[in-house]
């Protein structure tokens, strides 16, 4: 750490310590978090057992049936009076989904008083008897909390072994409701098996007459796994959650707080670098937010700590998981903190950065929800997803079964997140009119007479457009969706052809044109509308045929490791569609020149041009990799990125989008015309199963090709053009980053 960077650490840390906000938001909330959940949760649950205790709940019965019903209420539990009854079964000819035995009586009872420290007394119920025009009034009304219907002389017809039907009436929408229902189950279950006991010993039989086997289950779960699973499943939440809180109030006061009241001015002026300057403040966020951490996780060990757990017993802290746990979280302390700063950057004070942090509070609502999704595992893609894969194997090292593998995939990969959010705020802090001026803010982001014209649009605005476009896209489809798809009778053309290209030429081309225009940005120049040199289009021709046969070849390898999952809806469509007059041609229309146009224009027109300032492979490597990201499916994606960058590369090194154009429209016609001549067609193999590889007679020329292409693309600039043209514009950019961000087709 260098002099500087180490004095604005310190004077910045000192001046965060002094926050009242800060200390109390990293320190005292951490410290009095766990032990007031903790006892505030077992004193609602005291309560809540001591009032069902007292609770009288009225129940319906028909005129003459009461007396019977106080007796049914009265019986014991047959499990606890006899052993022997714990194996009777219901008659024979009970229908399938009624309960069975006297284990099933005991979730009927955990239903109506599940609380920890014994269960609680049964809820009273008052009989009162009702004519059947009155019960009906009376369950809407809510004066009652259930109906029984049964016939007056029950008991004599049972005695008598006629086969009879108790309908019990509720209303699901009540709680008291559905727990004087759970109760009433209760009641009858136990009749049942006491008057089955006495059919079976007027016959001289025993229970094992109707019960030929005993079907016993056994949990091999240790107490300790069991505990982690329920600890797991909300644990990483509340550590994510209590970060944020750690870091938000410094990294606001660190950034528009100090545009408030005016002293950025005098740090600027002093002889640091601003990259110094953010650095210094990041440090000084990271340090609080990283103490909040580790004061998170001491205190919840603490209050674990003096909770009485038996030996032996039900329930078994697994301290072991502690330490992995805070290793985890200290790159993911170092993530937020960076993405707080940028974000934070762009407001003009206080109160306006914690109304643009507030987003990020539902990234760890996101996590929870994945988390506790059954069938959710670290593995694949999600070894990678940032924030996720930190709270899945927080819960698998609950759970006792995180590997060194996976934590070195987290961590390294958390890692790198959290620099790149860092590196995005040194940029954002470089910035003057962010820095300096109250335009940085998002208000003065939405008039256009703002807006100063530029050549290209600004990093800011690309990335924006970026991140909006994703859910924008995700709405367009599922309406459409909605309003045009019948799953049953699958996906018909006409469908497919409207849900592929409204929102390409919608969203990927109509957008970005409307945008470039609203920014007041050139349009020739973001989208690289130039002639092409015949060069750059014989390039773009070979790595075009090139590259399909070695993808192909790539996938086919990937497939042996991570097995590809084919979507049998959309091959059914696309089947149909070929089995049309016309089918192939308006499949191409589809598939290649559909996404090479509206594609092309978003990611190596409006987003390469807007992060070419960043540096030539900087901006390459991004593109690519975003535009892999957006491509479905998941299993595509590592492969698709290599293309993005190859795309990028041509578009970069020949001053057009033209050639990365008919690069894009080769490359997918090859995909639908390309199984009829080699027999490589993914939608005939398996899910699960490895995909054939190219023969060597295809793949050999295609390297060749692959590789001329690349060295033909390389100065294919047109003469008229300087060889870093795209990247030299002197004029002003916008002032805002505003707009949607960028997706992907599902197909290449």
């Known amino acids: 750490m260098s002099p500087r960077v180490r004095a604005v650490f310190f004077k910045e840390l000192r001046d965060a310590l002094r926050d009242r906000r800060t200390l109390f938001a990293s320190v005292v909330v951490p410290i009095l978090l766990y032990p007031i959940m903790m006892l ?7 309560q809540a057992k001591a009032r069902m205790e007292k609770e009288t709940y009225e129940v319906a019965v028909p005129p003459g049936t009461s007396e019977f019903m106080r007796k049914l209420a009265a019986l014991p539990d047959p499990a606890e009076q006899d052993a022997a009854a714990k ?29 920890p420290g014994g269960p609680a007394k049964e809820p009273t119920l008052i009989f009162k008897e009702l004519k059947p025009e009155e019960i009906e009034k009376a369950l809407k009304a809510g004066t009652i909390r259930a109906a029984v219907s049964m016939p007056v002389d029950f008991e004599a017809k049972v005695k008598g072994r006629e086969k009879l039907e108790v309908q019990l009436r509720y209303d699901r929408a ?8 759970a109760r009433l189950q209760v009641m009858f279950k136990r009749y049942e098996i006491l008057a089955l006991r006495e059919r079976l010993k007027s ?27 329920i600890i797991g499943s909300f644990l990483p939440l509340i550590f994510i959650m209590m970060i944020i809180t750690g870091a938000i109030n410094p990294a606001t006061d660190m950034t528009a707080g100090e545009k408030e009241r005016f002293t950025l001015e005098t740090l600027i002026g002093m002889p640091v670098r601003p990259v110094e300057i953010i650095a210094g403040k990041f440090l000084a966020v990271s340090a609080l937010a990283l103490g909040s951490a580790a004061l998170n996780v001491a205190s919840f060990g603490m209050t674990m700590s003096v909770i009485p757990m038996p030996q032996g017993g039900s329930f078994q802290f697994p301290w072991s998981a502690l330490p992995a746990t805070m290793l985890l979280l ?24 914690q109304v643009y942090c507030l987003p990020i509070y539902i990234v760890p609502v996101i996590g929870l929800m994945v988390v506790m999704m059954p069938g ?25 079964r995180g590997t060194g593998m996976q934590m070195m995939y987290v961590f390294v990969s958390t890692c790198m997140y959290a620099a790149g959010t860092v590196a995005f705020a040194a940029r954002m802090f470089a910035r003057e009119d962010v820095l300096f001026s109250s335009q940085g803010s998002f208000r003065m982001f939405l008039s256009r007479k703002f807006f100063k014209a530029s050549a290209i649009p600004r990093a800011g605005d690309s990335l ?7 859910p924008l896209f995700f709405y367009v489809q599922s ?6 798809i019948d799953f049953q009778q699958g996906l018909q053309p006409v469908q497919l052809i409207l849900m592929m290209v409204v929102p390409q030429y919608l969203l990927f081309l109509g957008l970005p044109l409307v945008l470039a225009w609203y920014l007041k940005v050139k349009a020739k120049t973001t989208f690289q509308w130039r002639m092409p040199s015949v060069r750059a289009v014989v390039a773009a021709v070979c790595l075009a045929v090139g590259a399909w046969p070695i993808v192909s070849q790539l996938i086919s390898w990937q497939s042996m490791v991570w097995p590809i999952a084919q979507d049998e809806f959309m091959h059914e469509a696309l089947k149909s569609i070929l089995s049309t007059n016309g089918g192939i041609a308006l499949l191409i229309f589809l598939m290649a020149v559909t996404p090479a146009i509206c594609e092309e224009h978003l990611f190596r027109g409006f987003l390469q041009q807007g992060l070419s300032r960043s540096g030539k492979w900087t901006a390459l490597i991004t593109v690519g990799v975003i535009f892999g990201a957006y491509h479905l499916p998941m299993f595509k994606q590592p492969v698709i990125m290599s293309m993005g960058v190859v795309l990028a590369y041509v578009a970069y090194e020949s001053r057009s989008i033209w050639p990365g154009v008919i690069l894009h429209f080769i490359y997918n016609t090859l995909g639908v015309i390309g199984p009829n001549i080699t027999g490589m067609d993914e939608s005939a193999w398996k899910s699960g199963e490895p995909l054939p590889g190219v023969e060597l007679q295809y793949l050999l020329p295609a390297i060749i090709l692959f590789v001329a292409g690349l060295m033909l693309v390389r100065r294919a600039a047109p003469r008229s053009q300087p060889a870093n043209a795209s990247t030299r514009f002197d004029a002003p950019a916008s002032q805002s980053p505003v707009g949607p961000a960028a997706i992907s087709e599902p197909q290449v």
């Open 330 to 353: 200290a790159p993911l302390t170092l993530l937020f903190s960076g993405l707080l700063l940028a974000v934070s950057s762009l407001a003009a004070n206080v109160k306006e950065a």
């Open 40 to 46: 505030g949760l077992a004193e609602i649950a005291q």
């Open 87 to 115: 194996s009777a079964l219901l008659p024979i000819d009970a229908n399938p989904g009624e309960m069975k035995d006297p284990a099933e009586i005991q979730k009927l009872q955990q239903q109506v008083a599940p609380m």
């Open 174 to 181: 009540e709680r008291r409701s559905q727990e004087t229902l």
């Open 376 to 400: 959710i595992e670290l593995e694949g893609p999600l070894l990678l997803a940032p924030v996720l894969n930190t709270a899945l194997l927080i819960k698998e090292l609950f759970l006792g």
């Open 464 to 470: 924006l457009v970026l991140a909006l476009m994703f």
């Open 203 to 229: 016959e001289n039989l025993t229970t094992d007459f109707i019960k030929p086997f005993v079907v016993e289950t056994e949990n091999v779960a240790e107490a300790l796994k069991v505990s982690g699973s």
């Open 479 to 484: 309406g459409m969706a909605a309003l045009l």
